[in-house]
């Protein structure tokens, strides 16, 4: 999967009717729209479908008037187009559009499959679950199509959470309209939606949320020294494997100085790491009252018991900015909102959907959850998996779908939390490090280990310069 292009606004489905109700209030008319929004999928049709015979799918709704416009247009572009229908558009552009068709229109049940699907029948407007019979007839044009395009979002899944509804597999590419929804990025539209390609469409979406994007990095100024990169702590626990995995990913995500502290002294690379022996809290207190650290991770194999409680409740009651991952994340629990919310420094917390679900309500939307969690905490909070979710305490949002399904091994989280360590470190932001993270995993291939991911970050940080 891929989205194009990066960076880009995502509305909910009601933050989309506001934007086309202003788009309407600044003298647009709803033909004119729904003409555009035609017109941008009909080209991606033709394009990907390189002439082959269309069969374009038509719903009741406002989805099923764009539909009507494109088989028009590419039937004008001399293409062989045939339409098939659920109910008919009653009002509006969409009734318009419909009229204006003049072939033939099919039944759903009864039309033959073609080359090239165009799934017009559900857009923004989808409000239950497809009707049985209706997403075994979509999902059996689909598979027996090369190519299928959805206009804004595939028919079946949920616009603001990405919930499967009977959405077909093997979606070519979606034609997102005026602005992404959180459909094309979470949960089962991560894979339902094929490419995803964003159409401007003159709508001006005001998002505050958005896909990410490739971040600009600088290199360190001509008189920078190690302290200024960043100095960052790694706090490590029973199991040394993780927090070294952290520590060598700060190392190589750009920190100038980086400090494994750990109960006994640690064994193995790389030596640039400067190994520190803590005896428990009270020496883990001391050794963060440093004020040049400028991020301590917490949590990669810090292990669960006691000793591992000790060592947290001092990250926690620090002054410096704290990481927060794994094991760390379990022990706080349901506590965990209360806990940070009265920290003096910054926190950032890394989640899977596992560790989220020990400390927040994880129902709904994930990025509503995800925001809900940061404001709740006053934490940023890094909600990871297939669909990552950045969100900050003031209501902003970045997401980081279509990375490498590769990152799904053991160690690869004890990776991203020393890089966000090293990227707040140094003075960037949580999104740089999951792009990062990323870029690293595709430029790894295949089967990688989490330690090979490490090599390729600073390849990674080298495509930001
Ligand atoms: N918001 C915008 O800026 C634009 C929106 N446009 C299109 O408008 C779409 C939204 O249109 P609508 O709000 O009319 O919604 P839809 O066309 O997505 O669907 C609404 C219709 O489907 C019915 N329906 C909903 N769920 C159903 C289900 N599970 N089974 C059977 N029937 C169901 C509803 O009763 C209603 O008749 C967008 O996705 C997009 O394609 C474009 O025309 C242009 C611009
Ligand atoms: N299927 C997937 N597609 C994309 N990214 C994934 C997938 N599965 C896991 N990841 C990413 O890999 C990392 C795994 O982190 P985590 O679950 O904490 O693993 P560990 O604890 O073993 O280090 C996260 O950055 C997560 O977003
Ligand atoms: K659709």
Sequence with gaps: MRILPSGAPILRADEMRAAEQRCFGAGVSQSELMERASLAVAREVARLGAGQPALVLAGPGNNGGDAYGVARLLRGWGHDVAVAAIGRPTSGAAAANAAAWQGKVESLEQVSARPVLVDGLFGTGMSCA???????????????????????????IETDTGLDLGAPDGITATVALGALKPAHLLGAGVSKCGHVLLADIGVEPGAIWSSIARPRLQAPEPQAHKYDRGLVVVVAGSMAGASRLAARAALHGGAGYVILAAPEPATGGPDAIVQRTIEGRDALAELLTDPRIGAVVIGPGLGRDEAAKDLLEAAIGCERDLVIDGDALSLLGEAAAERLRTRKAATLLTPHAGEFARMFDAAGS????????????????????????????????????????????????????????????????ADEAVWLHSRAARLAGPAFAADDLIGRIPVAMGECL
Excluded: C, M, Q
């Design 130 to 156: 497809l009707d049985a019979p209706v997403a075994a007839h979509l999902a059996r044009l689909v598979a027996a199509a090369s190519v299928s395009v959805a206009i804004d979002i595939p028919s079946g």
């Design 366 to 429: 994930k990025i509503e959850a995800t925001l809900a969690a940061a404001r709740n905490s006053g934490a940023t909070v890094i909600h990871k998996g297939a669909d990552t979710v950045i969100a900050w305490a003031g209501g902003k949002a970045v997401v980081a779908s279509a990375a490498s399904s590769w990152l799904s091994t053991a160690g690869t989280g004890d990776v991203l939390a020393g890089l966000v360590a090293a990227r707040h470190a140094a003075g960037g932001s």
